[in-house]
């Protein structure tokens, strides 16, 4: 791919300057051609003309008194000029050598002339333009004869030639640098896409921590940027994945190996009494319970993952904060933890309520859980124009500074025996943070002060006007 692409660029680019040097070499010499053309068509007409001119007084054309009509006629500088008589006789020739005096003559000048039309031809051979003229002399509307003249010009030639000559030179020396400017740049183009396919293909083959170094700041520096910027997106989610498999085996593991003890021990005893029975089965009951929670926490994840997400409704946050506060007012008390409930200002959003529960729930159940007695948990709703926020604050155990940043990453847990033994799974905060961020909203969590943690969901207030977000 590499030497196809080099090959491609340099051909192109010679290809082109070839055309350019070619239409160079053509059109001025072309141009220059056609006015030296007309040139001689202006002059030779207008000398041929004179001369046929000063022979129509003489009525009729002889060798005799042709000569002295003729006899400036050296003096105009034209190589040869020819006289004939109607018949095509040659009365007069300037050619000293090989004169061609008293004979028949058909040029097709000649010829065209004596039937009364002015003709010109040129053309540029052999090094020398060579133009041709002839006119025919009338009497009394009567063609008597005609006049012809042939023009050998070498000089103007010669600097026609010089000129392509000179030319020819520059295009040779320019296509000689474009070749290795072209071979240079295309190599120096086609190697930085080659870094960059390289990079590719390591990726491919599974190292994420591949990046394309090509320099420049053109499109293909925006190119190799941008894949950086992927294979950054890409290591970062292949470790999260790495991360969240073996956390979630290590999680599904610890209840597994706990079931698998329990049962061998129970299967395995003999006479065992029945209340260590009793007892072995309900903790066999408890990490199956465990089990099921870290279960449906990772289905629940998977689906947020998956983009699938339920289409949105209005809901008012009044009564699914009730909902969720109700339903874990008993396990509060139980805990000797105070619930409490507030609506500074209620609101209605665009989301789902069974989502919505589920946030509330879990940011409750943890304030509950990770409290002591005699602590409290506040579930404030408030808000302004543009957004409803829900704020639930605790004064238990906190969380410490350094654990915050990654407090909703997932199976992240600041305590990890204490949140097993309250059976948490590590998964609760981040499908909160994931459930809040595809409705729109954001969540945060802060230190108190005094002790405990504040959490806040900020998510767009639906507009009671206009239906929309507001």
Known sequence: MHANLQSKFSISYIAVIIAVLVLMNTYPLTVSEDLVFRSKETTLKSSVSVMASALTGLGELSEENVAPAMSGAEETGI???????????????????????????????????????????????????????????????????????????TEQASLLRSMQNTLLRISEAVLAIVIVLSLLLSRILTRRFGVLAGAIRQMREGDYGQRADVGGHDEIADIAGEFNSLADRLQSTEEA?????????????????????????????????????????????????????????????????????????????????????????????????????????DGVVLAREDDLHQVVYNLTENG???????????????????????????????????????????????????????????????????????????????????????????????????GGTA
Do not use: W
């Not at 689906?303 to 289409?311: C, I, M, N, Q, T």
């Open 79 to 153: 190589s040869r000029i020819l006289v004939t008589d109607p018949a095509g006789r040659i009365l007069y020739d300037t050619r000293e050598t090989d004169s061609a005096l008293g004979r028949y003559v058909f040029y097709t000048e000649i010829v065209e002339a004596l039937r009364g039309n002015d003709v010109f031809n040129a053309a540029f051979s052999d090094g020398a333009f060579q133009s041709r003229c002839a006119a025919p002399v009338i009497y009394r509307s009567q063609t008597i004869g005609a006049v012809y003249a042939y023009e050998y010009d």
């Open 241 to 345: 994945r790495r991360r969240f498999v073996a956390d979630a085996s290590h999680e599904l593991k610890t209840p597994l190996a706990g079931i698998r003890l329990l049962s061998d021990s129970i299967l395995q005893t003999e006479n065992m009494d029945a209340s260590t029975v009793r007892e072995f089965v309900g903790d066999i009951e408890q990490e199956s319970e465990r089990l099921s929670r870290i279960t449906e926490d990772l289905l629940r994840l998977t689906k947020l993952d998956s983009g699938a997400v339920e289409p949105a409704e209005p809901v008012a946050l009044s009564p699914i904060i009730e909902r969720a506060v109700r339903m874990l007012r008993l396990v509060a008390e139980e805990r000797g933890v105070e619930l409490r409930c507030e609506t500074e200002r």
């Open 368 to 466: 509950i859980k990770y409290n002591r007695p005699g602590g409290y948990v506040r579930v404030r709703l408030s808000g302004d124009e543009n957004n409803c926020v829900i704020t639930v604050e605790d004064n238990g155990i906190g969380i410490p500074d350094e654990d915050l940043p990654r407090i909703f990453d997932r199976f992240y847990r600041v305590d990890k025996m204490r949140s097993r033994a309250y059976g948490g799974t590590g998964l609760g905060l981040a499908i909160v943070s994931d459930t809040v961020r595809r409705r729109g909203g954001t969540v945060e969590a802060a230190a108190r002060e005094g002790g405990g943690s504040v959490f806040t969901v900020s998510l767009p207030r639906l507009s009671t006007e206009g």
